[in-house]
T-cell receptor, first 118, second 114 residues
Framework: AQTVTQSQPEMSVQEAETVTLSCTYD???????LFWYKQPPSRQMILVIR??????QNATENRFSVNFQKAAKSFSLKISDSQLGDAAMYFC???????????????FGGGTRLMVKP | ETGVTQTPRHLVMGMTNKKSLKCEQH?????MYWYKQSAKKPLELMFV???????ENNSVPSRFSPECPNSSHLFLHLHTLQPEDSALYLC?????????????FGPGTRLTVL
């Protein structure tokens, strides 16, 4: 079974600075997807960024980028120019690319609470 | 409304009550999910429906009963719950066309069992 680990329960960053959230995972599969989701205090879970394991290029979405290290099974999220609205719980998640029911299942890490200081 | 909606947003119930949570997706998806989010625990997948057929029951107690009448609606029927069932229940949806696409989440129902 796959597992996802987020070793930082809480992180803080000064507004306008950069922060990196860590995520490691364990799998025996070679094809899969990785996600970062954001859950603000209002609780709506929002997709931040997605990475396909067969793509070597790191995904980017505006101020958000990932450092995907497949051999090390590491998938960190970098937030540049942090804003007050970035304060939230961040969840790393894994999904198999298999074409069966396993492809439906997301495995989540325990989350990292990000605080942004003005 | 767009996206994934859930009602009610908050629910307080006694252990002998019967209640239902409702989820509706407006994204044209055909797979829907129930997750449980407890404090200090990772999100736990409870049920998966593809094309209205239940394809996953992640060892959930029978006091939770899902229903998926069509691809847009998903219910979670609750009866004789325990205080430890208090949690945030999240619904999600996605496409399922061979390689399932990204899941989109609703705002959740905060359930308190007294």
């Amino acid at each position: 079974a796959q597992t996802v680990t987020q070793s930082q329960p809480e992180m803080s960053v000064q507004e306008a600075e950069t922060v990196t959230l860590s995520c490691t995972y364990d799998t025996s599969e070679s094809d899969y997807y990785l996600f970062w989701y954001k859950q603000p205090p209002s609780r709506q879970m929002i997709l931040v960024i997605r990475q396909e394991a067969y793509k070597q290029q790191n995904a980017t979405e505006n101020r958000f980028s990932v450092n995907f290290q497949k051999a090390a099974k590491s998938f960190s999220l970098k937030i540049s120019d942090s804003q007050l609205g970035d304060a939230a719980m961040y969840f790393c998640a894994y999904r198999s690319a298999m074409n069966n029911n396993a492809g439906n299942m997301l495995t989540f890490g325990g989350g990292t609470r990000l605080m942004v200081k003005p | 409304e767009t996206g994934v909606t859930q009602t009610p947003r908050h629910l307080v119930m006694g252990m002998t009550n019967k209640k239902s949570l409702k989820c509706e997706q407006h994204l044209g998806h055909n797979a829907m999910y129930w997750y449980k989010q407890s404090a200090k625990k990772p999100l736990e997948l409870m049920f998966v429906y593809n094309f209205k057929e239940q394809t996953e029951n992640n060892s959930v107690p029978s006091r939770f009963s899902p229903e998926c009448p069509n691809s847009s609606h998903l219910f979670l029927h609750l009866h004789t719950l325990q205080p430890e069932d208090s949690a945030l229940y999240l619904c999600a949806s996605s496409r399922h066309d061979g390689r399932t696409d990204t899941q989109y989440f609703g705002p959740g129902t905060r359930l308190t069992v007294l």
